[in-house]
């Protein structure tokens, strides 16, 4: 699976960005799929994540209420609708895969850490100004 994530930008404190991330490869609607961002000089982080089947959604508490995930398997795209985007939001944004069946009936209810994530694009970078 490759992806390509794209829509990142400039833009004022409490402004607008949409991340687009598009798949190609192996079949799109089986896979979960999930945001991360990485700051300078820190660890990559949980943003938002989407389960393959149901659209089971977590966000990380620092983005819940402003971002939204979504997805489009026809299209073979994964969103991330970001509002009210604040200084400490600037990051490299990153799409990713993975195989795991979080959020299905009779699985675990919360996405996979990091490392078991499968795929990754090559990140898209988003800078909120002050």
């Known amino acids: 699976v490759q992806l390509q994530a794209s829509g990142g930008g400039l833009v004022q404190a409490g402004g607008s960005l949409r991340l687009s991330c598009t798949a190609s490869g192996r079949p799109f609607g089986s896979l979960a799929l999930g945001w991360f961002r990485q700051s300078p000089g820190k660890e990559r982080e949980f943003v938002a994540a989407?389960?393959?089947?149901?659209?089971?959604?977590v966000y990380a508490d620092s983005v819940k209420g402003r971002f939204t995930i979504s997805r489009d398997n026809a299209k073979r795209t994964l969103y991330l609708q970001m509002s009210s985007l604040k200084p400490e939001d600037t990051a490299v944004y990153f799409c990713s895969a993975t195989h795991n069946t979080w959020g299905e009936e009779g699985t675990t209810p919360t996405p996979p850490p990091i490392p078991e994530y499968d795929y990754w694009g090559q990140g898209t970078q988003v800078t909120v100004s002050s």
């Open positions: 989407i389960s393959c089947c149901t659209g089971s959604i």
